[in-house]
Every structure is written in structure tokens, then in C-alpha cells.
């Protein structure tokens, strides 16, 4: 049985930091490129950061550039999610998912080809 388990969220004030960890059970990690995406009330899934199979691409989403950054230890099946400079506007439920790839390079911030969803970690930034 895969599961996908975030964690490390909380409530941080404005322009501290967090970093969230994502730990992949049940499935060969290596195989898949990992997402990390989150929801604010009211608004739409949105991806932040994503990085291929074996940390050979990353991407960053435009809002959090300069302030995210993703990568993974395969030893561990863990992608990590460094939050730096928080603002209120980042508040929101992080997911983390695994996306199964056949090439080494590729990775997407699209939540549409998920295979498998954690149940998310809450991040509150209060200003």
C-alpha cells in the first residue's frame, strides 16, 4: 500500500522560515518525480516546486522563486520543501505527490498526472 505523509507544518510569523518533509512508502521511489503543491481557502490547487527522479531538474513556481526550494534524499524516499522569507500569502494546506516518470530529467507542477496525494501539512503565516 503507497502512502505519502507530509509533514512539518505550523504557524510561523512573516519572513521566518519552515521546511516540510514528504516521506513515499510502498512504491520505488526513485521511479517517480515528486511535487509539492498547496491549496489556500477558496482558491484553486496551485503546484510550487517539483524535481525529477534523481534531482537532476527542479522547478520553482514564479510566486515563490528566490524564496522555495525543493530536493530529496532517495535514501530516505523524502523530497523536502525549504520555505524561506514567509508571507500571509503563503498560508495553506502543502501536499506533497509522487508522479511516475520514465525519464530522469522531467518533472511538472501541473497536479493533473499525480499518481498518489498525501493528505497535506497546514502552514499559517501570520503577519
Known amino acids: 500500500q503507497v502512502q505519502v505523509v507530509e509533514s512539518g507544518g505550523g504557524l510561523v510569523q512573516a519572513g521566518g522560515s519552515l521546511r516540510l518533509s514528504c516521506t513515499a512508502s510502498g512504491l520505488v521511489f526513485v521511479d517517480y518525480a515528486m511535487t509539492w503543491f498547496r491549496q489556500a481557502p477558496g482558491k484553486e490547487r496551485e503546484g510550487v516546486a517539483c524535481?525529477?527522479?534523481?534531482?537532476?531538474?527542479?522547478e520553482i513556481a514564479d510566486y515563490v522563486n528566490g524564496r522555495f526550494t525543493v530536493s530529496r534524499d532517495n535514501a530516505k524516499n523524502t523530497v523536502y520543501l525549504q520555505m524561506d522569507s514567509l508571507q500571509p500569502e503563503d498560508t495553506a494546506m502543502y501536499y506533497c505527490?509522487?508522479?511516475?516518470?520514465?525519464?530522469?530529467?522531467?518533472?511538472?507542477?501541473?497536479?493533473?498526472?499525480?499518481?498518489?496525494w498525501g493528505k497535506g501539512t497546514l502552514v499559517t503565516v501570520s503577519s
Open positions: 524535481i525529477s527522479r534523481w534531482n537532476s531538474r527542479t
Open positions: 505527490a509522487a508522479d511516475r516518470r520514465t525519464t530522469n530529467s522531467d518533472c511538472v507542477l501541473s497536479p493533473n498526472d499525480m499518481n498518489y
